[in-house]
């Protein structure tokens, strides 16, 4: 299991993977706190403080930002944070970007990357 490389403190994220976008390297978190409705994917790529980029749209519209598509997918597989992200895209989203959204779910079903249930 790969580990983080920089420092981050935020005590509600939940470090998911590794991943390489423009020839920099990025810890990837899911972020949620029980009393926010808004769980986001953090991809951060330096030790300060303001080094980072989040947001599950820029996850859904992917090519904006690789590294939070990259998080988002890595979030889905786990079948916890993806009721969390469901609840968020389907309640908040813009019809637009939820179709997209429904469209990497469908899409990582096909792989087997998760199950559909
Ligand atoms: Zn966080």
């Known amino acids: ?3 983080p490389i920089y ?4 005590p509600s994220c939940k470090f998911l993977g590794l991943t390489e ?8 978190y899911f972020c949620y706190h029980k009393m926010s409705m808004h769980p986001t994917v953090v ?3 330096g030790n300060d403080p303001f ?3 989040s947001g599950i749209t820029f996850g859904i519209i992917g090519d904006h930002h690789k590294a939070l598509g990259d998080a988002l ?10 009721e969390f992200i469901d609840v968020r895209v389907m309640t908040f989203e ?8 429904l469209d990497i779910v469908a899409d990582m079903c096909e792989k087997g990357e998760i199950n559909g249930k």
């Open 1 to 3: 299991m790969d580990k």
């Open 7 to 10: 420092i981050h403190d935020c």
């Open 21 to 28: 976008c423009d020839g920099k390297v990025y810890d990837l």
């Open 43 to 45: 991809a951060r790529y």
């Open 51 to 53: 080094e980072y980029t």
């Open 73 to 82: 997918r890595l979030a889905l597989k786990n079948k916890e944070y993806k």
């Open 94 to 101: 813009q019809p637009v970007y939820q179709k997209m959204y």
